[in-house]
């Protein structure tokens, strides 16, 4: 059988009005909805679509770091783990960690812990759970924007939150976002992470090649969507906290009260169907 | 009008600027601005600015009064999760009995409540607790419900309001833990209606009007009995 996700061919990445396969303009983003507090059990929650792309996260913790030789007596650790679904690619990936995985979970680790005050909570692990469900390219981006929401639901001192965004080059030109079409036939993808309140950097990679020139371009496309994706990220930690007390009023108590009397002595007057 | 948001929700890295004010708990200087480091309400009292935090893990703070379950015993201690990221161990000594060397399971078992008090904790966290004082003991029967700490304060409300209003009309016992492991006995009914209220107050918590809420609920629920 033929490989068609891998077939050589020439698509046209670029229209000549300038727009993206999907109509955007090169500086523009994937429409993106973040909701925060979606899981029960875990202290922090939340799930991000991002375009085409479902990212779930969770977070645990402060919680005891096991095994035991991994604690740090001065500070806490972080633990991320970033998971793509089975059913998340359109070939079925096998499921467990790969290659891939583990270095995303490295840095992912790598860029949380430079922003959680670990100091405050010695011999812990933060644990940060990162489920792609769809991917559709920027799944890491998304799952860094999703988890940074849920550490601040999970009440984890941090100094600030984190946002992360891609940039690359496709058909010749600078990009932002891209998606999995010119991902996969574009030149070059640059995924990086942002403290949004300072601007430094606490993720940065690159997959392909790009001229100075064109990197600082990316660069700028990516620090300016930040700002975008911030304001989105704090807009849904407020609504996770504004609640209404109209749907409590609406609540009943539980647990009715036994009845006294058996139920086949009674004599309904009006009860629907008995004829006389 | 009670839906109206009065407190500020504060996110990580947000500014809390105010002309001289000190940062408190909940939030970090840097470059001489103050900024919230916990997802909170903003709180402002005799010139430092704190973040009340809405979630997050309990820290244990000495002289805290804590509800813990065994989770394991030794000779001459037993340990104690406190709902915090660190167990916290109870001395044999620091209890009102008179226990021999490796008698300690006699007297409280894995999975035992206790009301205990935090006794001290040191720069590494580490946790001791005591039974040695008027009113711990040992919480026998009855069920425990788990809320955030962060809730704590709204369950038991201003000067205890929350929680006496709950204990008067179910006519439950109650204890509340710091640490937000909280005890209730009473008849089944009135105790699931107690648990009821409870996990209300840890939903609505930061709604405004809570208190009359709560009174309404317990009310549908009591009307013939009143309070």
Same mark, same amino acid.
């Given at each position: 059988?033929?490989?068609?996700?891998?077939?050589?061919?020439?698509?046209?990445?670029?229209?000549?009005?300038?727009?993206?396969?999907?109509?955007?303009?090169?500086?523009?983003?994937?429409?993106?909805?973040?909701?925060?507090?979606?899981?029960?059990?875990?202290?922090?929650?939340?799930?991000?679509?991002?375009?085409?792309?479902?990212?779930?996260?969770?977070?645990?913790?402060?919680?005891?770091?096991?095994?035991?030789?991994?604690?740090?007596?001065?500070?806490?650790?972080?633990?991320?783990?970033?998971?793509?679904?089975?059913?998340?690619?359109?070939?079925?990936?096998?499921?467990?960690?790969?290659?891939?995985?583990?270095?995303?979970?490295?840095?992912?680790?790598?860029?949380?812990?430079?922003?959680?005050?670990?100091?405050?909570?010695?011999?812990?692990?933060?644990?940060?759970?990162?489920?792609?469900?769809?991917?559709?390219?920027?799944?890491? @981006?998304?799952?860094?924007?999703?988890?940074?929401?849920?550490?601040?639901?999970?009440?984890?001192?941090?100094?600030?939150?984190?946002?992360?965004?891609?940039?690359?080059?496709?058909?010749?030109?600078? @990009?932002?976002?891209?998606?999995?079409?010119?991902?996969?036939?574009?030149?070059?993808?640059?995924?990086?992470?942002?403290?949004?309140?300072?601007?430094?950097?606490?993720?940065?990679?690159?997959?392909?090649?790009?001229?100075?020139?064109?990197?600082?371009?990316?660069?700028?496309?990516?620090?300016?969507?930040?700002?975008?994706?911030?304001?989105?990220?704090?807009?849904?930690?407020?609504?996770?906290?504004?609640?209404?007390?109209?749907?409590?009023?609406?609540?009943?108590?539980?647990?009715?009260?036994?009845?006294?009397?058996?139920?086949?002595?009674?004599?309904?007057?009006?009860?629907?169907?008995?004829?006389? | 009008?009670?839906?109206?948001?009065?407190?500020?929700?504060?996110?990580?890295?947000?500014?809390?600027?105010?002309?001289?004010?000190?940062?408190?708990?909940?939030?970090?200087?840097?470059?001489?601005?103050?900024?919230?480091?916990?997802?909170?309400?903003?709180?402002?009292?005799?010139?430092?600015?704190?973040?009340?935090?809405?979630?997050?893990?309990?820290?244990?703070?000495?002289?805290?009064?804590?509800?813990?379950?065994?989770?394991?015993?030794?000779?001459?201690?037993?340990?104690?999760?406190?709902?915090?990221?660190?167990?916290?161990?109870?001395?044999?000594?620091?209890?009102?009995?008179?226990?021999?060397?490796?008698?300690?399971?006699?007297?409280?078992?894995?999975?035992?409540?206790?009301?205990?008090?935090?006794?001290?904790?040191?720069?590494?966290?580490?946790?001791?607790?005591?039974?040695?004082?008027?009113?711990?003991?040992?919480?026998?029967?009855?069920?425990?419900?788990?809320?955030?700490?962060?809730?704590?304060?709204?369950?038991?409300?201003?000067?205890?309001?929350?929680?006496?209003?709950?204990?008067?009309?179910?006519? @439950?016992?109650?204890?509340?833990?710091?640490?937000? @492991?909280?005890?209730?006995?009473?008849?089944?009914?009135?105790?699931?209606?107690?648990?009821?209220?409870?996990?209300?107050?840890?939903?609505?918590?930061?709604?405004?009007?809570?208190?009359?809420?709560?009174?309404?609920?317990?009310?549908?629920?009591?009307?013939?009995?009143?309070?």
């Amino acid at each position: 059988m033929e490989d068609i996700e891998h077939l050589e061919k020439k698509i046209q990445l670029i229209d000549p009005s300038g727009r993206r396969l999907d109509g955007r303009r090169p500086d523009e983003l994937r429409a993106i909805k973040i909701e925060a507090g979606v899981l029960k059990r875990p202290e922090g929650s939340a799930y991000v679509e991002w375009g085409n792309n479902k990212v779930l996260a969770a977070v645990y913790g402060p919680r005891e770091a096991h095994p035991r030789h991994m604690q740090n007596p001065t500070r806490a650790i972080v633990q991320a783990r970033y998971n793509m679904a089975p059913f998340s690619v359109s070939d079925r990936k096998r499921p467990g960690p790969d290659r891939r995985s583990t270095e995303i979970s490295k840095v992912i680790s790598e860029a949380f812990a430079s922003v959680i005050f670990l100091e405050q909570f010695p011999r812990t692990a933060v644990q940060v759970y990162i489920e792609v469900l769809q991917a559709d390219a920027g799944t890491r @981006c998304a799952g860094i924007t999703a988890a940074s929401v849920a550490l601040a639901d999970a009440g984890v001192p941090m100094r600030d939150l984190v946002v992360s965004c891609a940039s690359g080059k496709v058909g010749g030109v600078v @990009c932002l976002d891209l998606n999995k079409d010119e991902d996969n036939f574009g030149e070059a993808d640059v995924p990086m992470a942002v403290v949004p309140r300072t601007g430094e950097i606490v993720l940065l990679q690159m997959d392909g090649h790009l001229t100075p020139e064109e990197f600082d371009q990316a660069m700028a496309y990516s620090l300016k969507a930040t700002e975008q994706i911030n304001e989105l990220q704090k807009d849904a930690l407020r609504r996770r906290y504004s609640v209404s007390l109209d749907e409590f009023r609406a609540v009943q108590p539980p647990a009715p009260e036994p009845e006294e009397e058996p139920k086949y002595d009674v004599y309904h007057e009006d009860q629907p169907g008995v004829v006389e | 009008m009670e839906n109206r948001p009065t407190r500020e929700v504060v996110i990580p890295g947000q500014p809390l600027d105010g002309r001289g004010l000190r940062p408190g708990s909940g939030t970090y200087s840097e470059g001489g601005r103050i900024y919230a480091a916990l997802l909170g309400i903003r709180d402002e009292r005799s010139g430092t600015v704190n973040v009340i935090p809405l979630s997050g893990r309990y820290m244990p703070r000495p002289g805290d009064a804590v509800i813990g379950q065994i989770t394991d015993l030794g000779p001459g201690h037993w340990l104690l999760d406190i709902n915090s990221p660190y167990p916290a161990p109870l001395h044999a000594v620091e209890t009102p009995w008179r226990i021999d060397y490796g008698d300690t399971a006699s007297y409280l078992r894995i999975g035992d409540l206790v009301l205990a008090e935090v006794l001290t904790v040191d720069e590494i966290r580490r946790v001791q607790v005591t039974l040695n004082r008027d009113g711990l003991r040992k919480l026998e029967g009855g069920q425990l419900v788990q809320i955030s700490y962060a809730k704590v304060p709204r369950v038991i409300g201003k000067k205890g309001s929350m929680v006496s209003l709950i204990k008067n009309y179910t006519r @439950c016992r109650i204890f509340v833990g710091q640490n937000g @492991c909280i005890w209730v006995d009473g008849e089944p009914q009135d105790a699931a209606v107690a648990v009821a209220a409870i996990r209300l107050i840890e939903q609505y918590a930061q709604a405004v009007g809570l208190t009359e809420a709560v009174h309404a609920f317990l009310q549908r629920k009591y009307e013939k009995r009143g309070g």
